[in-house]
């Protein structure tokens, strides 16, 4: 038993060095996700964030073009529709419309008439448009409506938007108008919030991060809290620590469950040292008999047998009680029971023949049952043994003892009943326990009988009931749910 509670110390003591190693790295991992997560949100809403500046600028810059075209359109129309317009006529509404029109920076008005470049506003062209170039080329052969957008290889220059207009005079093309927009300073607009924006970010990472240090470390408080408390278990405080829940959520559930687990533990610790107490107590007064009359035997012959005769009676008590400890012990493993098949009758039967040979009482059957169920048939006829030797025991030789057995749809019970002394209210509640042996009820066993009946029934999933009365009796049942796991009723 001690080894038992030291090893269990020693496991203890290695979860908790394992459970404060984790509480660490959980820290860590959680702040790595977090970052992770932090990052690629970060870097999508920046990429999200410069494509919607981009197409907004775009788009401004488009509808400032189309206006200026709708407005060039309505004054050509007008002039368009006199008659027996000239080329002379159309040079000089160009010179007239360009002395009256207040150019925008960045936005530029080119005439091409009849193939040859004639004038713009702004006069000084920028490289990508002078005369002769690609873009150039592509004007002078426009002959429809084209509004395009022409991809600059000069970064400091930008892309250039366009919307070429035919200028037809009397069904007859006679030039073109090119309305244009260098997008330079757009682009170096929308990089300038980009940036901005970008660095908000960066610095508002920075900040959750550091708040984000501090508020995972508050969180994981209790398992700190959870760490210390166990660390400081040791088998002088007797399982003492507690945590103390604040809130809600899973880490006070986490500390509600590890205080439940330590007063499981406090109580199962307390019940070894109270066995192994009683245990030493319980040898010790055999061992001391056995002791004292070896050192006092004579060379008496009939001396000698009588003590030879006692050792051996003391010998016997301390095997029995070894063997009911060992008994005891191997009910807590979960292979504990053999199981197999029962016929319920005809154990009774065998089990009241046995009862017969216990004592000289007027002994009784009572049989409710007639199918059968799965159980370990040594252990439940040990355990109803043991009740029916110690009603023999406390009942009176005019007394009845009643064996019986009930099933039901979902369970089978067995009772012993018994006309003897009965037993105290008080009593009542502690006569399960290891080495109890009460009032007028004690004898010579081991104290450990009806807590092995105990514990058989709870190996099989069942449990049993005292019903008792001064001078009356007393009634045990033992009740075996046939649903549960592993057994089954045919």
């Not at 995972?216 to 507690?242: C, F, G």
Request: hydrophobic letters at 40%; aromatic letters at 8%; glycine letters at 6%.
């Amino acid at each position: 038993m001690i080894n038992t509670t030291q090893k269990k110390h020693s496991i203890l003591s290695s979860i908790c060095t394992l459970w404060a190693s984790f509480s660490r790295q959980t820290r860590i991992y959680i702040l790595l996700i977090y970052i992770s997560l932090l990052g690629l949100f970060t870097g999508v809403s920046v990429l999200l964030f410069q494509v919607l500046v981009t197409n907004q600028i775009s788009q401004r810059v488009r509808s400032d073009l189309k206006e200026a075209r709708e407005n060039f359109l309505e004054i050509y129309t007008d002039w368009e529709q006199k008659p027996n317009q000239t080329r002379q006529d159309l040079e000089d509404f160009v010179d007239k419309l360009l002395s009256d029109q207040i150019i925008q920076d960045d936005n530029f008005f080119v005439f091409i008439i009849n193939g040859e470049y004639y004038r713009s506003n702004p006069p000084q062209l920028l490289g990508p448009m002078q005369v002769g170039s690609e873009l150039y080329q592509q004007w002078t052969s426009t002959t429809q409506f084209s509004p395009e957008e022409w991809k600059s290889a000069d970064t400091e220059l930008g892309n250039i938007l366009f919307k070429a207009e035919p200028l037809v005079v009397d069904d007859q093309q006679m030039g073109v108008m090119v309305l244009i927009h260098e997008l330079a300073e757009e682009q170096n607009e929308a990089l300038a919030i980009v940036t901005t924006f970008t660095f908000i970010e960066g610095v508002v990472v920075l900040i959750s991060l550091l708040l984000a240090w501090f508020v995972v470390e508050w969180l994981l408080k209790p398992v700190q809290e959870l760490a210390i408390a166990a660390r400081q278990i040791n088998e002088s405080d007797h399982l003492t620590q507690r945590l103390t829940p604040k809130g809600s959520g899973e880490l006070v559930d986490l500390a509600q469950t590890f205080n439940a687990m330590m007063d499981r533990l406090q109580e199962s610790f307390n019940h070894q040292r109270r066995f192994v107490n009683d245990a030493g107590h319980e040898l010790r007064t055999p061992i001391t008999i056995v002791w004292g009359h070896l050192e006092l035997m004579a060379d008496d012959p009939q001396e000698q047998h009588e003590t030879i005769e006692l050792v051996l009676d003391e010998l016997d008590r301390m095997g029995c009680l070894v063997n009911d400890m060992i008994a005891l012990a191997t009910a807590e493993h979960p292979d504990f029971l053999q199981y197999e098949r029962i016929d319920l009758r005809q154990f009774i039967r065998d089990l009241f023949t046995k009862a017969q040979s216990l004592a000289d009482r007027i002994w009784q059957v009572k049989l409710e049952c007639s199918g059968s169920m799965m159980g370990d048939r040594q252990r439940l006829a040990g355990a109803l043994l043991n009740l029916l030797r110690n009603a023999a025991q406390h009942t009176p030789p005019n007394g009845t003892i009643e064996l019986g057995c009930k099933q039901t749809l979902t369970q089978v019970i067995f009772w012993i009943k018994d006309t003897g002394r009965g037993i105290s209210l008080e009593d009542q509640q502690r006569i399960f326990d290891r080495f109890v042996r009460l009032g007028k009820r004690r004898s010579e066993g081991s104290g450990l009988g009806l807590a092995i009946v105990k514990a058989f029934t709870e190996a099989h999933r069942g449990k049993i009931d005292l019903v008792s009365q001064l001078g009356i009796g007393s009634t045990f049942t033992i009740t075996l749910p046939l649903s549960a796991q592993n057994n089954t009723v045919v």
